[in-house]
Nanobody, 123 residues
Framework: VQLQASGGGLVQTGGSLRLSCVAS????????MGWFRQAPGKEREFVAG???????DYGDFVKGRFTISRDNAKNTAYLQTNSLAPEDTAVYYC??????????????????WGQGTQVTVSS
């Protein structure tokens, strides 16, 4: 599975961005998908994940501001980010764990990673 993330950019505080992650290869619908982010000098942290069934999970800091979704017909996962704040500034990565795995929150449990897309929120 190859992943290609896009949709990052520069926004003002309170703004929104929709991140996309397109997957190549077959069986996309059978994979769980996750979004992580990493700010300079910080560890990579779990943002959101979605199982093949559509069940979702979010990092505690999300607090209802982000929504993860998927369109299996397009082999694409999305992360809608709203009410962005400067502390959300980071490189956002999409990732997939091994086939049949639920949504881990630990980066080490993911096999496949996209290249990352930069999100910068100005104050």
């Amino acid at each position: 599975v190859q992943l290609q993330a896009s949709g990052g950019g520069l926004v003002q505080t309170g703004g929104s961005l929709r991140l996309s992650c397109v997957a190549s290869g077959r069986a996309f619908s059978s994979y769980a998908m996750g979004w992580f982010r990493q700010a300079p000098g910080k560890e990579r942290e779990f943002v959101a994940g979605i199982m093949w069934s559509g069940i979702t999970d979010y990092g505690d800091f999300v607090k209802g501001r982000f929504t993860i979704s998927r369109d299996n017909a397009k082999n694409t996962a999305y992360l809608q980010t709203n009410s962005l704040a400067p502390e959300d500034t980071a490189v956002y990565y999409c990732a997939a764990p091994p086939l049949g795995t639920e949504v881990p929150i630990t980066p080490a449990k993911y096999y496949y990673w996209g290249q990352g897309t930069q999100v910068t929120v100005s104050s």
